[in-house]
Protein backbone atom coordinates (compact mmCIF):
# COMPACT_ATOMS: atom_id res chain seq x y z
CA UNK A 1 0.00 0.00 0.00
CA UNK A 2 1.69 3.24 -1.27
CA UNK A 3 2.37 6.07 1.48
CA UNK A 4 -0.40 8.68 -0.43
CA UNK A 5 -2.99 5.63 0.09
CA UNK A 6 -2.36 5.17 4.36
CA UNK A 7 -3.09 8.91 4.26
CA UNK A 8 -6.23 9.24 2.78
CA UNK A 9 -9.50 9.18 5.10
CA UNK A 10 -11.90 11.28 6.34
CA UNK A 11 -10.67 13.96 8.36
CA UNK A 12 -11.96 15.07 11.66
CA UNK A 13 -12.12 18.63 10.50
CA UNK A 14 -14.94 17.89 7.72
CA UNK A 15 -17.69 17.29 10.94
CA UNK A 16 -17.21 21.01 11.48
CA UNK A 17 -19.20 23.67 8.76
CA UNK A 18 -17.35 26.79 9.47
CA UNK A 19 -15.20 27.76 6.77
CA UNK A 20 -13.96 31.28 6.78
CA UNK A 21 -14.54 34.83 8.55
CA UNK A 22 -15.28 38.31 7.03
CA UNK A 23 -14.03 40.79 9.91
CA UNK A 24 -15.59 44.21 8.03
CA UNK A 25 -19.62 41.98 8.19
CA UNK A 26 -18.90 39.70 11.48
CA UNK A 27 -20.05 37.02 9.37
CA UNK A 28 -19.05 33.52 8.87
CA UNK A 29 -19.15 31.12 5.79
CA UNK A 30 -20.43 27.85 6.34
CA UNK A 31 -20.10 24.76 4.14
CA UNK A 32 -23.55 24.08 4.01
CA UNK A 33 -24.84 27.23 2.37
CA UNK A 34 -25.22 29.01 4.88
CA UNK A 35 -24.24 32.31 6.17
CA UNK A 36 -23.87 32.97 10.14
CA UNK A 37 -23.15 35.65 13.16
CA UNK A 38 -23.00 35.02 16.80
CA UNK A 39 -22.27 36.82 20.29
CA UNK A 40 -20.60 35.45 23.62
CA UNK A 41 -22.98 37.07 26.30
CA UNK A 42 -23.23 37.26 30.13
CA UNK A 43 -25.45 35.24 31.77
CA UNK A 44 -28.69 37.04 33.57
CA UNK A 45 -28.54 36.98 37.34
CA UNK A 46 -32.29 37.44 37.49
CA UNK A 47 -35.11 38.16 35.14
CA UNK A 48 -38.69 39.65 35.14
CA UNK A 49 -41.44 39.39 32.72
CA UNK A 50 -39.95 42.30 30.80
CA UNK A 51 -36.89 40.43 30.08
CA UNK A 52 -38.97 37.25 29.08
CA UNK A 53 -40.83 39.94 26.38
CA UNK A 54 -37.61 41.91 25.28
CA UNK A 55 -36.38 37.88 24.49
CA UNK A 56 -39.49 37.21 23.30
CA UNK A 57 -39.12 40.01 20.23
CA UNK A 58 -35.55 38.35 19.13
CA UNK A 59 -37.70 34.79 18.25
CA UNK A 60 -40.36 37.23 16.37
CA UNK A 61 -38.16 38.92 14.23
CA UNK A 62 -38.62 38.50 10.48
CA UNK A 63 -36.34 35.53 9.86
CA UNK A 64 -36.16 34.01 7.11
CA UNK A 65 -37.44 30.68 6.46
CA UNK A 66 -35.28 27.68 7.98
CA UNK A 67 -33.22 30.32 9.71
CA UNK A 68 -31.48 28.46 12.99
CA UNK A 69 -30.96 30.11 16.45
CA UNK A 70 -28.92 28.57 18.65
CA UNK A 71 -28.68 29.99 22.80
CA UNK A 72 -26.62 28.20 24.95
CA UNK A 73 -25.12 27.99 28.30
CA UNK A 74 -21.55 26.84 28.38
CA UNK A 75 -20.32 25.88 31.76
CA UNK A 76 -16.33 26.06 30.62
CA UNK A 77 -13.00 25.08 32.15
CA UNK A 78 -11.81 28.60 30.47
CA UNK A 79 -10.52 30.45 33.38
CA UNK A 80 -7.27 32.36 34.50
CA UNK A 81 -6.40 30.15 36.92
CA UNK A 82 -8.08 26.99 36.64
CA UNK A 83 -9.15 26.11 40.62
CA UNK A 84 -11.24 22.85 41.80
CA UNK A 85 -14.68 23.24 41.18
CA UNK A 86 -14.06 26.73 39.61
CA UNK A 87 -15.30 27.37 36.12
CA UNK A 88 -16.77 30.02 34.42
CA UNK A 89 -20.47 30.76 32.51
CA UNK A 90 -21.29 32.44 29.59
CA UNK A 91 -23.97 32.40 27.00
CA UNK A 92 -23.66 31.83 23.29
CA UNK A 93 -26.06 32.78 20.93
CA UNK A 94 -25.56 31.82 17.11
CA UNK A 95 -27.63 32.13 14.13
CA UNK A 96 -27.50 30.22 10.85
CA UNK A 97 -28.86 31.58 7.67
CA UNK A 98 -29.84 30.05 4.23
CA UNK A 99 -28.56 31.18 1.44
CA UNK A 100 -28.84 30.67 -2.17
CA UNK A 101 -25.69 28.80 -3.43
CA UNK A 102 -21.88 28.18 -2.14
CA UNK A 103 -21.13 32.15 -2.17
CA UNK A 104 -23.15 34.70 -1.04
CA UNK A 105 -24.56 37.98 -2.77
CA UNK A 106 -24.37 41.52 -2.11
CA UNK A 107 -28.18 41.21 -1.15
CA UNK A 108 -27.61 38.17 1.15
CA UNK A 109 -24.68 39.67 2.62
CA UNK A 110 -26.77 42.83 3.41
CA UNK A 111 -29.71 41.24 4.94
CA UNK A 112 -27.56 39.27 7.28
CA UNK A 113 -25.41 42.17 8.36
CA UNK A 114 -28.74 43.92 8.95
CA UNK A 115 -30.38 40.90 11.19
CA UNK A 116 -26.67 40.78 13.23
CA UNK A 117 -27.23 44.42 14.05
CA UNK A 118 -30.80 43.89 15.16
CA UNK A 119 -30.11 40.53 17.12
CA UNK A 120 -27.21 42.10 18.83
CA UNK A 121 -29.63 45.40 20.04
CA UNK A 122 -32.40 43.22 21.54
CA UNK A 123 -29.75 41.07 23.05
CA UNK A 124 -28.19 44.38 24.60
CA UNK A 125 -31.30 45.51 25.55
CA UNK A 126 -32.31 42.56 27.63
CA UNK A 127 -29.12 42.67 29.62
CA UNK A 128 -27.02 40.05 28.18
CA UNK A 129 -24.26 42.35 27.27
CA UNK A 130 -23.38 40.67 23.89
CA UNK A 131 -20.10 40.71 22.34
CA UNK A 132 -19.47 39.50 18.44
CA UNK A 133 -18.03 36.05 17.69
CA UNK A 134 -14.97 36.95 15.74
CA UNK A 135 -12.73 33.69 14.16
CA UNK A 136 -10.59 34.39 17.22
CA UNK A 137 -13.16 34.24 20.05
CA UNK A 138 -14.95 31.25 17.80
CA UNK A 139 -11.55 29.11 17.71
CA UNK A 140 -10.97 29.70 20.79
CA UNK A 141 -14.49 28.53 22.34
CA UNK A 142 -14.25 25.60 19.87
CA UNK A 143 -10.66 24.88 21.05
CA UNK A 144 -12.23 24.34 24.60
CA UNK A 145 -14.92 22.09 23.90
CA UNK A 146 -12.95 19.73 21.66
CA UNK A 147 -9.48 19.91 23.56
CA UNK A 148 -9.24 18.88 27.12
CA UNK A 149 -6.49 17.58 29.16
CA UNK A 150 -3.66 20.29 30.57
CA UNK A 151 -1.45 19.95 27.75
CA UNK A 152 -4.25 20.93 25.51
CA UNK A 153 -3.27 23.67 23.12
CA UNK A 154 -5.75 26.40 24.21
CA UNK A 155 -3.77 26.96 27.37
CA UNK A 156 -1.45 28.27 25.84
CA UNK A 157 -3.19 31.35 25.21
CA UNK A 158 -1.18 32.12 21.23
CA UNK A 159 -2.42 34.82 19.96
CA UNK A 160 -4.39 35.08 17.60
CA UNK A 161 -6.05 32.63 17.88
CA UNK A 162 -7.14 31.97 14.82
CA UNK A 163 -4.93 31.93 11.64
CA UNK A 164 -6.43 33.90 8.64
CA UNK A 165 -4.48 31.20 5.90
CA UNK A 166 -6.27 28.27 6.99
CA UNK A 167 -9.77 27.28 6.73
CA UNK A 168 -11.57 28.00 10.14
CA UNK A 169 -12.31 24.80 10.32
CA UNK A 170 -8.89 23.11 10.65
CA UNK A 171 -7.41 24.98 13.51
CA UNK A 172 -10.20 23.20 15.89
CA UNK A 173 -9.00 20.53 16.73
CA UNK A 174 -5.01 19.66 18.58
CA UNK A 175 -2.56 17.30 16.63
CA UNK A 176 -2.75 14.95 19.34
CA UNK A 177 -6.78 14.64 19.95
CA UNK A 178 -9.13 12.53 18.22
CA UNK A 179 -12.59 12.36 18.40
CA UNK A 180 -13.61 8.45 19.79
CA UNK A 181 -17.07 7.10 19.29
CA UNK A 182 -18.79 4.29 20.49
CA UNK A 183 -22.40 3.17 21.18
CA UNK A 184 -23.04 5.05 24.44
CA UNK A 185 -21.06 8.58 23.96
CA UNK A 186 -17.76 10.06 23.07
CA UNK A 187 -14.12 10.22 24.22
CA UNK A 188 -12.09 13.77 23.75
CA UNK A 189 -8.84 13.29 24.94
CA UNK A 190 -9.08 12.09 28.75
CA UNK A 191 -13.00 13.48 28.73
CA UNK A 192 -15.71 11.54 28.07
CA UNK A 193 -18.89 13.08 26.44
CA UNK A 194 -22.41 12.25 26.86
CA UNK A 195 -25.49 13.92 25.30
CA UNK A 196 -28.67 13.64 26.69
CA UNK A 197 -32.00 15.24 25.21
CA UNK A 198 -35.26 15.64 26.95
CA UNK A 199 -38.22 13.56 26.49
CA UNK A 200 -40.47 14.68 28.27
CA UNK A 201 -41.14 18.73 28.99
CA UNK A 202 -43.10 19.95 32.49
CA UNK A 203 -46.29 20.74 32.20
CA UNK A 204 -46.16 24.28 32.86
CA UNK A 205 -42.94 26.34 32.79
CA UNK A 206 -42.52 29.74 33.19
CA UNK A 207 -39.45 32.62 32.63
CA UNK A 208 -36.85 32.14 35.59
CA UNK A 209 -37.30 28.28 35.77
CA UNK A 210 -33.62 28.34 33.35
CA UNK A 211 -32.01 29.59 36.65
CA UNK A 212 -32.33 26.15 38.31
CA UNK A 213 -30.65 24.10 35.17
CA UNK A 214 -27.42 24.42 36.41
CA UNK A 215 -28.10 23.94 40.28
CA UNK A 216 -30.20 25.27 43.01
CA UNK A 217 -29.66 28.74 43.68
CA UNK A 218 -31.35 28.60 47.60
CA UNK A 219 -29.13 25.91 48.81
CA UNK A 220 -26.55 25.13 46.62
CA UNK A 221 -26.44 21.69 47.52
CA UNK A 222 -27.67 19.88 43.74
CA UNK A 223 -26.97 20.87 40.46
CA UNK A 224 -24.59 20.16 37.74
CA UNK A 225 -20.94 19.63 39.35
CA UNK A 226 -19.11 18.97 35.97
CA UNK A 227 -18.41 21.28 32.70
CA UNK A 228 -21.78 21.33 30.39
CA UNK A 229 -22.99 22.90 27.40
CA UNK A 230 -27.14 23.76 27.64
CA UNK A 231 -28.14 23.97 24.19
CA UNK A 232 -31.81 25.37 23.12
CA UNK A 233 -31.79 25.03 19.03
CA UNK A 234 -34.77 27.10 17.34
CA UNK A 235 -35.87 26.13 13.90
CA UNK A 236 -38.09 28.90 11.60
CA UNK A 237 -40.16 27.40 9.19
CA UNK A 238 -42.44 29.60 7.04
CA UNK A 239 -44.89 31.01 8.87
CA UNK A 240 -47.83 30.79 7.27
CA UNK A 241 -47.51 27.22 5.83
CA UNK A 242 -46.37 26.38 9.32
CA UNK A 243 -49.51 27.43 10.57
CA UNK A 244 -51.46 26.13 7.82
CA UNK A 245 -50.53 22.98 8.51
CA UNK A 246 -50.87 22.98 12.28
CA UNK A 247 -54.78 24.36 11.62
CA UNK A 248 -55.20 20.77 10.24
CA UNK A 249 -53.65 19.32 12.86
CA UNK A 250 -55.53 20.97 15.34
CA UNK A 251 -58.74 20.83 13.79
CA UNK A 252 -58.05 16.19 13.51
CA UNK A 253 -57.01 16.77 17.21
CA UNK A 254 -60.18 18.46 17.74
CA UNK A 255 -62.66 15.52 16.27
CA UNK A 256 -60.72 12.99 18.32
CA UNK A 257 -61.42 14.84 21.59
CA UNK A 258 -64.87 14.54 20.79
CA UNK A 259 -64.72 11.18 19.32
CA UNK A 260 -65.32 8.02 21.08
CA UNK A 261 -61.92 7.09 21.59
CA UNK A 262 -61.31 9.96 23.70
CA UNK A 263 -62.78 7.31 26.67
CA UNK A 264 -59.84 4.65 26.03
CA UNK A 265 -56.98 7.21 25.18
CA UNK A 266 -57.27 10.06 27.01
CA UNK A 267 -54.06 11.99 25.63
CA UNK A 268 -56.34 13.04 22.93
CA UNK A 269 -57.93 15.91 25.06
CA UNK A 270 -54.77 16.84 26.34
CA UNK A 271 -53.36 17.13 22.52
CA UNK A 272 -55.94 19.21 21.77
CA UNK A 273 -55.83 21.14 25.09
CA UNK A 274 -52.05 21.97 23.73
CA UNK A 275 -53.04 23.05 20.54
CA UNK A 276 -55.11 25.66 21.88
CA UNK A 277 -52.75 26.97 24.58
CA UNK A 278 -50.27 26.81 20.84
CA UNK A 279 -53.22 28.98 19.48
CA UNK A 280 -53.76 31.22 21.69
CA UNK A 281 -50.04 32.17 21.64
CA UNK A 282 -50.39 32.59 17.98
CA UNK A 283 -53.25 34.53 17.63
CA UNK A 284 -51.43 37.05 19.78
CA UNK A 285 -48.76 37.41 17.12
CA UNK A 286 -45.96 35.12 17.98
CA UNK A 287 -44.38 32.82 15.82
CA UNK A 288 -44.49 29.14 15.31
CA UNK A 289 -40.96 27.11 15.51
CA UNK A 290 -39.52 24.07 16.23
CA UNK A 291 -37.25 23.70 19.46
CA UNK A 292 -34.85 21.17 20.88
CA UNK A 293 -33.35 21.24 24.31
CA UNK A 294 -30.11 18.85 24.66
CA UNK A 295 -27.50 18.59 26.85
CA UNK A 296 -23.94 17.58 26.61
CA UNK A 297 -22.06 16.84 29.89
CA UNK A 298 -18.44 16.98 30.14
CA UNK A 299 -16.66 14.38 32.53
CA UNK A 300 -13.51 12.51 33.66
CA UNK A 301 -14.30 8.68 32.48
CA UNK A 302 -13.98 7.39 35.96
CA UNK A 303 -16.98 9.77 37.17
CA UNK A 304 -19.36 9.43 33.67
CA UNK A 305 -21.82 7.01 34.97
CA UNK A 306 -22.51 9.19 38.69
CA UNK A 307 -22.46 12.49 36.88
CA UNK A 308 -25.07 11.36 33.81
CA UNK A 309 -27.31 9.48 37.06
CA UNK A 310 -26.93 12.83 39.18
CA UNK A 311 -27.76 15.29 36.13
CA UNK A 312 -31.20 13.00 35.75
CA UNK A 313 -32.32 13.35 38.85
CA UNK A 314 -31.35 16.56 39.09
CA UNK A 315 -33.41 17.71 36.41
CA UNK A 316 -36.44 15.25 37.16
CA UNK A 317 -37.25 17.00 40.41
CA UNK A 318 -37.61 20.29 37.64
CA UNK A 319 -40.04 17.93 35.74
CA UNK A 320 -37.78 17.01 32.67
CA UNK A 321 -37.07 13.74 31.80
CA UNK A 322 -33.90 13.63 30.30
CA UNK A 323 -32.78 10.42 28.36
CA UNK A 324 -29.02 9.81 27.42
CA UNK A 325 -28.69 9.26 23.80
CA UNK A 326 -27.59 6.06 22.69
CA UNK A 327 -26.46 5.01 19.17
CA UNK A 328 -26.42 8.92 17.64
CA UNK A 329 -23.98 10.69 20.05
CA UNK A 330 -22.06 11.39 17.33
CA UNK A 331 -24.50 13.63 15.17
CA UNK A 332 -26.53 15.16 18.60
CA UNK A 333 -23.27 16.47 20.11
CA UNK A 334 -22.42 18.06 16.81
CA UNK A 335 -25.59 19.36 16.52
CA UNK A 336 -25.55 21.49 19.87
CA UNK A 337 -22.00 22.81 18.92
CA UNK A 338 -21.84 26.65 18.16
CA UNK A 339 -23.17 26.89 14.32
CA UNK A 340 -23.86 22.96 14.80
CA UNK A 341 -27.10 22.15 13.79
CA UNK A 342 -27.99 20.55 10.19
CA UNK A 343 -31.31 21.70 8.35
CA UNK A 344 -31.28 18.07 6.90
CA UNK A 345 -30.74 16.29 9.46
CA UNK A 346 -33.73 17.82 11.53
CA UNK A 347 -36.16 15.81 10.57
CA UNK A 348 -33.94 12.68 11.89
CA UNK A 349 -33.24 13.55 15.01
CA UNK A 350 -37.08 13.64 15.45
CA UNK A 351 -36.05 15.43 18.77
CA UNK A 352 -37.64 18.84 17.88
CA UNK A 353 -41.11 20.26 19.18
CA UNK A 354 -43.32 22.85 17.99
CA UNK A 355 -43.97 25.58 20.23
CA UNK A 356 -44.95 29.43 19.76
CA UNK A 357 -41.99 32.13 20.59
CA UNK A 358 -43.49 32.82 23.74
CA UNK A 359 -43.12 29.00 25.32
CA UNK A 360 -39.54 29.03 23.55
CA UNK A 361 -38.51 31.66 25.50
CA UNK A 362 -39.32 29.99 29.05
CA UNK A 363 -36.34 27.49 27.81
CA UNK A 364 -33.71 29.58 27.25
CA UNK A 365 -30.33 28.99 29.52
CA UNK A 366 -29.73 32.40 29.75
CA UNK A 367 -29.36 32.17 33.51
CA UNK A 368 -26.12 31.95 35.57
CA UNK A 369 -24.71 33.58 39.26
CA UNK A 370 -23.74 36.87 39.23
CA UNK A 371 -20.09 37.35 38.26
CA UNK A 372 -19.73 40.16 40.42
CA UNK A 373 -18.50 43.95 39.72
CA UNK A 374 -15.35 42.99 37.87
CA UNK A 375 -12.61 44.46 39.95
CA UNK A 376 -11.16 41.39 42.09
CA UNK A 377 -10.67 43.20 45.66
CA UNK A 378 -12.80 40.40 46.96
CA UNK A 379 -12.73 36.78 45.26
CA UNK A 380 -15.82 34.47 46.12
CA UNK A 381 -17.04 31.31 44.14
CA UNK A 382 -20.54 31.38 43.17
CA UNK A 383 -22.76 27.98 44.21
CA UNK A 384 -22.70 26.94 40.32
CA UNK A 385 -18.88 27.48 40.35
CA UNK A 386 -18.79 30.84 38.82
CA UNK A 387 -15.59 32.78 39.68
CA UNK A 388 -17.39 36.18 40.96
CA UNK A 389 -15.18 39.18 41.66
CA UNK A 390 -16.10 42.25 43.86
CA UNK A 391 -14.95 45.20 44.49
CA UNK A 392 -17.33 48.05 46.68
CA UNK A 393 -16.36 50.89 45.14
CA UNK A 394 -17.19 49.39 41.41
CA UNK A 395 -20.12 51.82 41.51
CA UNK A 396 -21.23 54.73 40.10
CA UNK A 397 -22.97 55.92 43.03
CA UNK A 398 -21.99 55.63 46.71
CA UNK A 399 -20.29 52.97 48.30
CA UNK A 400 -22.28 51.64 50.80
CA UNK A 401 -23.36 48.12 51.47
CA UNK A 402 -25.01 45.58 53.59
CA UNK A 403 -24.06 41.58 54.85
CA UNK A 404 -26.99 40.26 56.14
CA UNK A 405 -27.54 36.50 57.26
CA UNK A 406 -28.44 34.24 59.58
CA UNK A 407 -26.48 34.13 62.89
CA UNK A 408 -23.44 31.90 62.68
CA UNK A 409 -23.38 31.40 58.70
CA UNK A 410 -20.55 33.77 58.22
CA UNK A 411 -20.76 37.35 58.65
CA UNK A 412 -17.93 38.31 60.53
CA UNK A 413 -15.63 35.85 58.60
CA UNK A 414 -16.61 37.79 55.38
CA UNK A 415 -16.24 41.09 56.89
CA UNK A 416 -12.43 39.88 58.12
CA UNK A 417 -12.08 38.79 54.57
CA UNK A 418 -13.45 42.27 52.77
CA UNK A 419 -11.10 44.13 55.21
CA UNK A 420 -7.80 42.10 54.38
CA UNK A 421 -8.20 42.42 51.02
CA UNK A 422 -9.09 45.86 50.97
CA UNK A 423 -5.99 46.70 52.50
CA UNK A 424 -3.92 45.12 50.53
CA UNK A 425 -4.54 47.18 47.00
CA UNK A 426 -3.98 49.72 49.31
CA UNK A 427 -7.05 50.87 50.67
CA UNK A 428 -7.95 52.68 54.33
CA UNK A 429 -10.50 50.35 56.94
CA UNK A 430 -12.06 51.62 59.79
CA UNK A 431 -14.18 49.37 62.13
CA UNK A 432 -16.61 50.49 64.69
CA UNK A 433 -17.43 47.44 66.81
CA UNK A 434 -18.51 46.15 69.57
CA UNK A 435 -18.27 42.58 70.06
CA UNK A 436 -15.02 42.39 69.23
CA UNK A 437 -15.03 40.35 66.33
CA UNK A 438 -12.27 41.59 64.66
CA UNK A 439 -10.08 42.40 67.12
CA UNK A 440 -7.26 39.20 66.16
CA UNK A 441 -7.47 40.84 62.79
CA UNK A 442 -6.17 43.84 63.93
CA UNK A 443 -3.12 42.42 65.83
CA UNK A 444 -2.40 40.19 62.56
CA UNK A 445 -1.82 43.22 60.68
CA UNK A 446 0.29 45.27 63.31
Not at 125 to 149: C, E, F, H, I, S
Not at 254 to 268: R, T
Amino acid sequence: MSTARQLRGPRASTLFPVLAYAGAEGLFLLDDASLAFGFLCEPLAAGDQGQAERLSVLLNQDWPKDALLQVMLWASPDVEEPLARMRGLRIIVTVKLPIAAAVPTEAELREASELRIGTEQVLATAGLKPQGLTADRYVRLMNVLLNWGEGAGWRDRIIPECEPQRLVREQLLDLDHAIGVDARGITLGDCRVQTLSVKRFPDRVAFGMAARFLGDPLSGTRGVRHNVLMCLNLHFPEPESARVRLTAERQWAANMAYGPLVKFLPALAQRKHGFDVLFEALDNGDRPLKAYLGVVLFTPPDEAVAALSNLRTYWRELGFQLMADRYFSLPLFLHCLPFGPDRQALRDTMRYRTLAATHAVTLMPVFGDWKGTGTPVLNLVARSGQLMELSLFDTASNYNAVIAAQSGSGKSFLTNELLATTLSVGGRCWVIDVGRSYENLCASLE
